[in-house]
Structures are given as C-alpha cells and as structure tokens.
C-alpha cells in the first residue's frame, strides 16, 4: 500500500488540500465564513441545483433507453453481438469534449437537424441529457447486462411453473437479484454527469452550469479562489457521499448469488417480442451512438470546396490554426499518445500494487483506502490540474514546466480503472497455491512471478487498455498544465470549438474523428484479448 498511498497523498491529496488553503487562507487565518457567504449567493444556489436535478434526470433517462439494452446484451445471441458491445462502449472512453462536439455536430447550429428541420438544441437542456445518455450507456449495459447474463435463468422458469406471470416472476426473482447492479450502475453514472465539464461546457453555453464548470470559470477566468474552494469541497462532500453508496451496492452485489457461465444464458431471440425488443434496441443504438459519431466524420470531411480531406491537411501546419497554437495542431495526436502511454504505466503500476494490496489485508483502513482510489473519478478535475500548478511549484518538486506533469494527471484517472478491472480477478486467485509454491521454496517475488501474473495477465492487458483509453481522454485537469507548444487531443478541440471561423470547427471535427477512431481502436482490441466477464468495467 506504501507506493499507491504516496501517489496519492503527493498528487491529488496534496494539490487539493493547497489550492484550498490559497483559497480559504488568508494572511494565515482561515476564512470558513465565505462558505456562508457562497452557500447563500443566489447564483451558486442555482448551479447547485441544476447540478444535481441534471444528474438526477440524465440518470434517469439512461436507465429507461439503457435496461432494455442490457438485458438484449445479456440473453440474447446475435451476429456481431461482440463487435457491438465494444462500439456502445466507445462513447464511455471518449472524452467529454469530444461527445460534446459530436453532439454540437448532430444539434447546434449548421448541424444536422439544423439543416434538415431547422431545429437546434444547442445551449437546452435536451442536449445535455442526451449527450450524457451517449456517454453513459455502457456503463449500464456492462455493469447490470453483466450480471443479467450470468444470472440462472432457470430459477425464473421454476417461479412461472409455480404458477407466477411472466412480470411477477420477473420481479419477485430477477428484479432483486439485479437491484445491487442497477443501484451501482445508478450511483456510477449519477457520479460522472454530477461532475460533468465538457459536455456542459460546449453544450450549455452561458446559460448553464454544473458545479465543475463553476470551478473552471471561477478559476481560469474570474480568479477567484475563495469561491472555487467553497465549490471544490462542496461537491467533494457529494462525491464521497455518492461514492460510499456505490460502495456499498458493490460489496452487496458481490454477496451470495449463485452464477452460471454466461454462454449457457444467451440463446436466439424467439418469436416477434423478442425479435422486435432486438431491432428496437439497434435503433437506439443507431441514433444514439452511431448517429452522432458519424455526423462527427461527416463534419470533419465536409470543407468548404465539397468533401474532403481539407481540415485534416490544415491540421500539418500551424499556420492554418489560426494562431491557437504554436505547433501544428496534428502535434497533439503524438503528444497525446506518448503522454497516455506513459501514464498507462505510472496508472498500472501504481493500480496493480493497489489492487494487491486489498486483495492481500481486509479490514476498515483497507476500505478507507479503496475509497481513496476512487475519489478522483469524482474530484473536480478542475480543481486538481489548477492545485498541480500551485502545489508543485518549487524544489523539490518543481515540476510546472516539466512534460511529465501531464501524464501524472491522466494516471490519476486511470488508476481507478486499473484496480476495479484488476480486483475480481487477484481476489479470485485461490492463495493455496502461493502457499504451495512458499512449500516448494519459492520466494513471495518468485510466486507472483509463477502463479499470480500468468492468472491475471489478460485482466491486466485489459487494464492497460482501460487506463490508455482514459489517459487519452482527460480534459478537466491538462487543460490547465498542457503547455501550448505541447497541446493534448482533448485541449485542443476545446481551443478550436472556442473560436470563430469554419476553418476552426472543421479542425475541431477532425481532431475529435481521430481521438474518437484511437480510441475506439483500443475498445475493438481489449474486446479481442477479454474473453470472460472479470472485472467491473
């Protein structure tokens, strides 16, 4: 636990802790009433409770579009049904911005339904829900489709032979067995669309705000430090609350269900309700998921002289940036991978003695610690990337110009990952045979080496994966510390969506088609290599 923790407490802990200090200490004494002062100013009352009423409906809509689509995932068997799973997955590995963008292409103006109906949604709230159903599909597909399809479908048979309907059956045996995952996948995707940026950021316009868009705006743009601290613990405070839920329904869900492989469960679609359950749930799919990240292609080859490659050429030099940057803009993709890549590292290591460590000690602290990982998933991003500069500015830790500032960010996202996806796994190792192989002389070191890794080296390229994806993706945070000869994917599709011109947002589509096709490469290859179910994600 020694080296995760460290990770941890010098940079998350650390830099949260000091850019709150800078705002809520000043001349060595603590301000706490501005919290009274924030807390009771009308318009941060507004944004908390838009915050949370928007989390609480996109919540809600993504159970209603998603269940069917989990329960078609789970038992039914159809051509191409793997190659499926990975594209509604792609979105949940996109960055925010990204969605944003392919839903600023589908909705706002000179978008498709623009074009075809004269119908803009930009800047509504329509567009925000929609882009966070985009964005959290998956999760409720994997998380609840997951168990649905290890659950033995038998035991619903036995209750209709007793005599049950087919909807009582259904809710008196499947509904509870599921209750655990739905309420996790529930808790998850309240989490990310309660921290949303991105997507609010391009979509909402001035009109609307979540709590981390407050953060940035009070931040990079009105330097008010005082209030961002106030917001930070704010929704820090909701995050923990949120994420001990989760926690719970988690160790719930992991309780005494007895589950088949999940092979022996999907089976054929049979007669006309089950066939056309499928077809509708593809049509959602299709305009859902498809729809938008191909309105996105389209945009991107859509130059002023007709189709075409135009916006990707200009992306070569950065004289047709238009002087957002100071190197060619295609510079970002190879910033962008060598930075993920390195952070895939520091997130696999720093994940994988972690996940170890719970998998070897129980008990409250080892929890404490467990919740610690996940914090960062619902930590303003914002906040973190802004503390990086404040916090890590002198020896010896001066680390502001350093290039490795970027990949110690990602990484902090990516370690949450890396451990739920490497957790179920190392717990399902049976420690009988380290202990057989200590018998036979082997050292701790030379037992992981034997027995352990050759177990979890699938899981652990699918964690790799996982982290590479998400590294790829983050926003909130290298927004801040990405320098401008060094810009990532994300950061800069955000500096081109943020400036006028068609050039500007051609370069912006184009930017987002290739993040959006990296990572939807690495989606296709973790479905190739993860052939069971181990795993939360």
């Known amino acids: ?29 603590w301000r706490l009433g501005r919290f009274g002062e924030v807390l009771t100013d009308p318009a941060v009352l507004d944004i908390l409770w838009f915050t949370g009423w928007q989390a609480a409906a996109s919540t809600a809509l993504t159970l209603a579009v998603a269940l069917p689509g989990a329960y078609v995932f789970a038992r039914f068997a159809f051509p191409g049904k793997r190659l499926l799973r990975a594209v509604v997955t792609v979105p949940f590995v996109l960055p925010t911005v990204v969605a944003g963008s392919a839903f600023l292409a589908l909705l706002g103006q000179g978008g498709l339904l623009d074009g075809l109906w004269g119908v803009r949604l930009d800047t509504t709230v329509w567009a925000i829900l929609l882009a966070h159903v985009f964005f959290n599909y998956a999760v409720v597909v994997r998380t609840v489709g997951g168990l649905w399809a290890q659950l033995d479908p038998r035991q619903e048979e036995a209750a209709r032979v007793l005599g049950a309907s087919r909807l009582a059956a259904w809710r008196r045996v499947t509904l509870p067995a599921l209750a655990p995952a739905v309420a996790a996948a529930a808790l998850m995707v309240f989490l990310f669309t309660f921290t949303s940026f991105g997507v609010v950021q391009i979509l909402g316009g001035p009109r609307y705000a979540t709590l981390e868009v407050a953060i940035y705006r009070e931040t990079a743009q009105l330097l008010d430090l005082p209030t961002a601290a106030v917001l930070t613990l704010v929704q820090f405070a909701a995050v923990a609350a949120v994420l001990a839920l989760h926690a719970w329904t988690v160790r719930r869900r992991e309780g005494a269900l007895k589950l088949v492989d999940p092979e022996q469960t999907a089976r054929r679609p049979q007669g006309a309700a089950q066939w056309a359950l499928l077809w509708g749930v593809l049509a959602v799919v299709a ?42 803009p295609m510079d970002a993709v190879w910033n962008s991978l060598r930075y993920a890549a390195v952070a895939t590292v520091f997130a696999v290591v720093v994940g994988g003695l972690a996940a170890a460590a719970l998998t070897r000690k129980s ?69 009988r045979l380290r202990e057989a192989a200590a018998v036979l002389g082997a050292s701790p070191l030379r037992a992981w080496r034997e027995v352990d890794l050759p177990l979890v080296a699938r899981a ?46 051609g370069q912006a589509m184009a930017l987002s088609t290739i993040l959006m096709l990296v990572c939807a490469g690495s989606l296709l290859l973790l479905e190739r290599i993860r052939t069971d179910r181990s795993g939360e994600f």
């Open 460 to 505: 652990l390229g699918v964690a790799a994966g996982f982290a590479f994806a998400v590294s790829l993706g983050e926003f909130g945070a290298t927004v801040f510390i990405a320098r401008p000869d060094s810009p990532t994917l994300p950061v800069a599709v955000a500096r081109f969506l943020g400036r006028a011109g068609q050039l500007n947002y």
């Open 287 to 328: 305009l859902l998921i498809l729809l938008p990240l191909g309105v996105l292609v389209e945009r991107s080859l859509d130059a002023p002289g007709g189709y075409g490659l135009d916006y990707y050429r200009a992306l070569q030099s950065a004289a047709d940036s238009g002087g957002t940057f100071f190197v060619a």
């Open 363 to 431: 008990g409250r602290l080892v929890r404490g610690f467990d919740a610690l990982l996940m914090l960062p998933l619902g930590t303003s991003a914002v906040t973190v990337g802004f503390g990086f500069l404040i916090a890590l500015d002198e020896p010896p830790l001066d680390l502001r110009a350093a290039w490795i500032l970027v990949p110690l960010a990602q990484a902090l996202v990516g370690v949450p990952f890396v451990v739920r996806t490497m957790l179920p796994v190392l717990r399902a190792v049976d420690h």
């Open 1 to 29: 636990m020694a080296v995760p923790a460290a990770f941890f407490a010098l940079f998350f802990i650390y830099p949260v802790a000091a850019i709150v200090a800078r705002g809520l200490r000043v001349d060595g004494q």
